[in-house]
Protein backbone atom coordinates (compact mmCIF):
# COMPACT_ATOMS: atom_id res chain seq x y z
CA UNK A 1 0.00 0.00 0.00
CA UNK A 2 1.01 3.75 -0.64
CA UNK A 3 0.11 6.99 0.60
CA UNK A 4 -0.07 9.74 -1.66
CA UNK A 5 -1.57 11.15 -4.78
CA UNK A 6 -2.90 8.84 -7.43
CA UNK A 7 -5.28 10.02 -10.56
CA UNK A 8 -9.06 9.27 -10.48
CA UNK A 9 -9.57 9.71 -13.99
CA UNK A 10 -8.15 9.97 -17.25
CA UNK A 11 -7.19 13.67 -17.18
CA UNK A 12 -5.60 13.70 -13.32
CA UNK A 13 -3.75 10.20 -14.66
CA UNK A 14 -2.35 11.72 -17.50
CA UNK A 15 -1.01 15.36 -15.43
CA UNK A 16 0.29 13.01 -12.97
CA UNK A 17 2.06 11.07 -15.36
CA UNK A 18 3.28 14.47 -17.48
CA UNK A 19 4.94 15.64 -13.50
CA UNK A 20 2.43 18.40 -14.31
CA UNK A 21 1.20 17.74 -10.13
CA UNK A 22 2.34 19.58 -7.21
CA UNK A 23 2.79 16.13 -5.61
CA UNK A 24 4.87 17.06 -2.72
CA UNK A 25 2.28 19.94 -1.89
CA UNK A 26 -0.18 17.26 -1.37
CA UNK A 27 2.42 14.63 0.35
CA UNK A 28 3.42 17.17 2.96
CA UNK A 29 0.61 20.17 3.14
CA UNK A 30 -2.72 18.07 2.62
CA UNK A 31 -1.39 14.92 4.04
CA UNK A 32 -0.04 16.26 7.69
CA UNK A 33 -3.39 18.57 7.53
CA UNK A 34 -5.45 15.07 6.46
CA UNK A 35 -3.72 13.74 9.31
CA UNK A 36 -3.76 16.21 12.02
CA UNK A 37 -7.48 16.20 11.51
CA UNK A 38 -8.17 12.40 12.49
CA UNK A 39 -5.83 13.02 16.19
CA UNK A 40 -8.01 16.09 16.49
CA UNK A 41 -11.34 14.73 16.05
CA UNK A 42 -10.12 11.68 18.20
CA UNK A 43 -8.51 13.98 21.33
CA UNK A 44 -11.31 15.82 21.26
CA UNK A 45 -14.08 13.52 21.05
CA UNK A 46 -16.02 13.52 17.81
CA UNK A 47 -15.84 9.99 17.10
CA UNK A 48 -17.42 9.41 19.88
CA UNK A 49 -19.88 12.25 19.79
CA UNK A 50 -21.32 10.84 16.97
CA UNK A 51 -20.88 7.25 17.77
CA UNK A 52 -25.10 7.37 18.47
CA UNK A 53 -26.38 8.86 15.20
CA UNK A 54 -26.06 12.23 13.29
CA UNK A 55 -25.62 15.22 14.67
CA UNK A 56 -25.45 19.11 13.59
CA UNK A 57 -22.25 20.82 13.60
CA UNK A 58 -23.31 22.80 16.12
CA UNK A 59 -24.67 19.95 18.76
CA UNK A 60 -20.83 17.98 17.83
CA UNK A 61 -19.31 21.53 18.93
CA UNK A 62 -21.31 21.66 22.09
CA UNK A 63 -20.75 18.00 22.89
CA UNK A 64 -17.36 18.27 22.80
CA UNK A 65 -16.82 21.39 23.93
CA UNK A 66 -15.29 23.30 21.20
CA UNK A 67 -15.86 26.68 19.43
CA UNK A 68 -18.66 26.56 16.69
CA UNK A 69 -17.10 28.03 13.81
CA UNK A 70 -13.82 25.95 14.13
CA UNK A 71 -15.58 22.24 15.03
CA UNK A 72 -17.75 22.92 11.88
CA UNK A 73 -13.86 23.40 9.89
CA UNK A 74 -12.76 20.32 11.44
CA UNK A 75 -16.07 18.33 10.51
CA UNK A 76 -15.83 19.19 6.90
CA UNK A 77 -11.92 18.25 7.04
CA UNK A 78 -12.86 14.67 8.00
CA UNK A 79 -16.05 14.41 5.80
CA UNK A 80 -13.28 15.09 2.88
CA UNK A 81 -11.38 12.30 4.30
CA UNK A 82 -14.13 10.35 3.92
CA UNK A 83 -13.83 9.88 7.86
CA UNK A 84 -17.89 11.62 8.61
CA UNK A 85 -20.70 11.76 5.85
CA UNK A 86 -22.65 15.10 5.68
CA UNK A 87 -26.25 14.85 4.77
CA UNK A 88 -29.34 16.92 5.82
CA UNK A 89 -27.61 19.30 7.74
CA UNK A 90 -25.68 16.54 9.96
CA UNK A 91 -22.80 14.53 10.27
CA UNK A 92 -22.68 11.03 10.77
CA UNK A 93 -19.86 8.58 11.24
CA UNK A 94 -18.73 6.62 8.02
CA UNK A 95 -18.47 2.90 8.66
CA UNK A 96 -14.51 2.98 8.04
CA UNK A 97 -14.89 5.91 11.14
CA UNK A 98 -16.81 3.68 12.99
CA UNK A 99 -14.30 0.20 12.50
CA UNK A 100 -11.65 1.96 13.37
CA UNK A 101 -12.08 5.66 15.77
CA UNK A 102 -14.47 4.83 18.42
CA UNK A 103 -12.64 4.93 21.39
CA UNK A 104 -13.02 0.96 23.19
CA UNK A 105 -14.43 -0.68 19.91
CA UNK A 106 -13.25 -4.13 19.32
CA UNK A 107 -10.54 -3.51 16.73
CA UNK A 108 -10.22 0.46 17.35
CA UNK A 109 -6.95 2.49 16.54
CA UNK A 110 -8.55 5.32 18.91
CA UNK A 111 -5.43 4.44 21.24
CA UNK A 112 -2.66 4.30 18.12
CA UNK A 113 -3.92 7.67 16.92
CA UNK A 114 -3.86 9.30 20.84
CA UNK A 115 0.09 8.22 20.96
CA UNK A 116 -0.13 9.53 17.17
CA UNK A 117 0.61 12.49 19.45
CA UNK A 118 4.28 11.63 20.74
CA UNK A 119 5.23 10.50 17.04
CA UNK A 120 4.25 13.49 15.62
CA UNK A 121 6.65 15.64 18.22
CA UNK A 122 9.19 12.85 17.31
CA UNK A 123 9.17 13.80 14.00
CA UNK A 124 10.48 16.60 14.80
CA UNK A 125 13.76 15.92 15.34
CA UNK A 126 14.34 13.75 12.36
CA UNK A 127 16.90 16.02 11.08
CA UNK A 128 18.72 15.54 14.04
CA UNK A 129 18.84 12.04 14.00
CA UNK A 130 19.83 12.13 10.52
CA UNK A 131 22.37 14.27 11.26
CA UNK A 132 23.54 12.37 14.54
CA UNK A 133 22.48 8.89 14.03
CA UNK A 134 20.95 9.09 17.92
CA UNK A 135 17.74 7.84 18.27
CA UNK A 136 15.50 9.95 20.77
CA UNK A 137 14.95 7.58 23.08
CA UNK A 138 11.53 7.57 23.20
CA UNK A 139 11.06 4.37 25.66
CA UNK A 140 12.84 6.32 28.57
CA UNK A 141 11.23 9.55 27.76
CA UNK A 142 9.72 10.64 31.14
CA UNK A 143 7.07 12.59 29.58
CA UNK A 144 3.80 12.66 31.92
CA UNK A 145 1.68 9.56 30.55
CA UNK A 146 3.44 8.59 27.74
CA UNK A 147 4.06 5.28 29.09
CA UNK A 148 0.89 4.57 28.98
CA UNK A 149 0.20 5.82 25.80
CA UNK A 150 2.55 4.12 24.14
CA UNK A 151 1.58 0.53 25.50
CA UNK A 152 -2.36 1.63 24.75
CA UNK A 153 -1.37 2.45 20.89
CA UNK A 154 1.18 -0.69 20.28
CA UNK A 155 -1.58 -2.64 21.57
CA UNK A 156 -4.29 -1.38 19.34
CA UNK A 157 -2.07 -1.82 15.93
CA UNK A 158 -1.00 -5.01 17.60
CA UNK A 159 -4.64 -6.32 17.76
CA UNK A 160 -4.78 -5.70 13.78
CA UNK A 161 -2.74 -9.10 13.38
CA UNK A 162 -3.19 -10.51 16.95
CA UNK A 163 -5.86 -13.09 15.52
CA UNK A 164 -4.26 -13.80 12.43
CA UNK A 165 -1.21 -14.91 14.37
CA UNK A 166 -2.90 -17.22 16.60
CA UNK A 167 -4.41 -19.01 13.74
CA UNK A 168 -1.16 -19.01 12.23
CA UNK A 169 0.90 -20.55 15.56
CA UNK A 170 -1.83 -23.36 15.60
Not at 20 to 40: G, H, N
Not at 73 to 98: Q, V
Amino acid sequence: MRVGMFGENLIERLVLSGGKAAVPLVETFFATAAARAIMAGAKLGVFGALASGPRTSAEVAEAVGADPKAAEKLLRALAAGRYLAFRNGTYRLTPMARRWLLPGGRGSLHDSVMFSYFEWSAMGHYEEYIKTGRPIGSHGAAEEGLWESYQLGMRSRSALWAEEAVRRSE
